[in-house]
């Protein structure tokens, strides 16, 4: 097996090959002057494994480009592919919420299958079981790293002062894992967004129980409007605020709309291209290590 | 047969239904603060016959991904889908030129006709050869407007002072086909390009037989430079040159760096979302909609 970056891997590439004692290889791109993508792998791979690393954001439409093309190279030469996106992009739109909307996670899915897919990984994807799904007969693993954010929690906050903190029903079963992992209690908030308009609604009421330290979790933090509220509504009641959430895209000002709201401490994944200065990004990569090793991706 | 515009439409979506008397939909459109591309159809089309009308320039990227969602709707709809791309991007690299570089074209054919492409039409596209290799069993109809073109040049100048030069060989049989049309004689420059450093040279010589007016042919103008070459050195030999090509895409300064060489007229068609002031945009639409009844595209 060799690992092979795409433009977007925010190098997890070199480090999981170094861990894993496996061949590095980084595919060579430019922009042609018309906007085109040019890619091309510095050596030729033939009848191998290969784990081919790439985030989709931000960028998503070109990182999706850079999928198909480097699917199709690889897999003309007949090799076994392991595609990890760290960060997959159109994952929410795993369904026709309203009629007339294409199901955009289905579509990538598909256009990504039909190129010679064998094993798709990801960290922590919105949608794992609608992706399953849509995969058809390609293997696929949804990397969930509860356990990087357990341990540096733990190692900072002590188990009586924590609780675990819901922004929507989605991520119950996320704030239950982590619950678990720390040894303490969580709660859900109830939310409901209307797609078009993006308008959210809140029932906060079952916060007033919580004190100390809430750790705020989600999968995906966009532009951080529904946990600013949360905390706001915390931090008003004298809760200090963490947010623990796998990806961090952090759109326009959302960094500083959560710093205003009283979020003390942001803990994030490495997944993306996007590095925001005031944020703890975990090392995730001993543990996708463990992991593709545990799943026999690789030896 | 209803027409359905995708966001890179240059408007040729409406002008095709009306003379075709087809009902017109364009998709609704917008991106996520994140980036990512939100499509929705006003009106679910469900068992019919649907001519979807795209561009692919500029912002290759986003109209790829709008491609794979749109298809994916109208398909999951079991709609019969005839896909009109009237600039086809990634079509330049329809081979491994170099090792290791993946088939561009051949990717995004792939990607697309998992998603339930019925037949591809194409305006004037770069390899339609390979295109049909790679759609397998999907139909293919590439539409070559050269009448429009003849038509517009006979009607401004008069044959005895024309002569249609082929920028390199491989449009030749494009300046073999408009010569025949405008009953002139044709003459072929010979080029040799280094896909990786882009650099160009040319055999000019066959050129100093060319006097009067010059019609330069190509199916793509993107930086302008082999043109430009081209022209600088007929009109410096007292030519007039003329440009005639389908695709205009003017990458950066190309028009004014034609402008500076000589050329004194340029025909394009309205294939992409680029429109250049000083360029002679030709009607092509009444000529694409009498192709598609012929193909029974549509009634």
Same mark, same amino acid.
Do not use: W
């Given at each position: ?56 954001? /931000?960028? $998503? ?7 198909? *093309? +480097?699917?199709? %190279?690889?897999? @003309? =030469? ?88 819901? /922004?929507? $029903? ?7 894992? *982590? +619950?678990?992992? %720390?040894?303490? @209690? =969580? ?73 205003r709201s009283g979020v003390v401490e942001i803990y994030a994944l490495p997944t993306t291209g996007v590095t925001v200065s005031g944020v703890t990004y975990l090392d995730m990569v001993p543990y996708i290590a ?10």
């Amino acid at each position: 097996v060799r690992v092979v970056s795409l433009p977007g891997d925010p190098g997890i590439g070199p480090r999981l090959a170094d861990l894993l004692g496996l061949e590095y290889i980084q595919f060579l791109h430019k922009k042609f002057p018309d906007g085109e993508i040019y890619l091309r792998l510095p050596k030729v791979i033939e009848n191998e494994g290969v784990l081919l690393v790439q985030s989709m954001y /931000p960028n $998503q439409n070109d990182h999706t480009v850079e999928l198909l *093309l +480097a699917l199709e %190279l690889l897999s @003309r =030469y007949r090799n076994n592919i392991t595609l990890l996106i760290t960060y997959l992009a159109y994952a929410r739109q795993d369904k026709e919420f309203l009629a007339g909307e294409p199901v955009s996670l289905r579509s990538l899915v598909k256009a990504l299958s039909s190129l010679g897919l064998g094993t798709l990984v990801t960290i922590d994807a919105h949608s794992p079981l609608a992706l399953r799904e849509f995969l058809g007969t390609s293997r696929y693993i949804n990397i969930v790293p509860d356990e990087v954010f357990a341990e540096a929690i733990s190692r900072r906050y002590r188990r009586e002062e924590l609780t675990v903190i819901a /922004p929507d $029903q989605g991520a119950e079963k996320r704030a239950a894992s *982590l +619950a678990e992992l %720390l040894g303490c @209690r =969580y709660v859900v908030v109830k939310k409901a967004r209307d797609r078009i308009t993006g308008n959210v609604t809140h029932v906060l009421d079952p916060l007033d129980s919580v004190s100390g330290i809430a750790v705020v979790v989600d999968d995906i933090v966009s532009t951080g409007g529904t946990i600013a509220g949360i905390a706001s509504y915390l931090s008003s009641r004298g809760v200090r605020v963490v947010v623990a959430a796998s990806h961090a895209l952090f759109v326009g000002d959302a960094y500083d709309k959560l710093a205003r709201s009283g979020v003390v401490e942001i803990y994030a994944l490495p997944t993306t291209g996007v590095t925001v200065s005031g944020v703890t990004y975990l090392d995730m990569v001993p543990y996708i290590a463990r992991k593709l090793r545990e799943e026999k991706v690789v030896e």
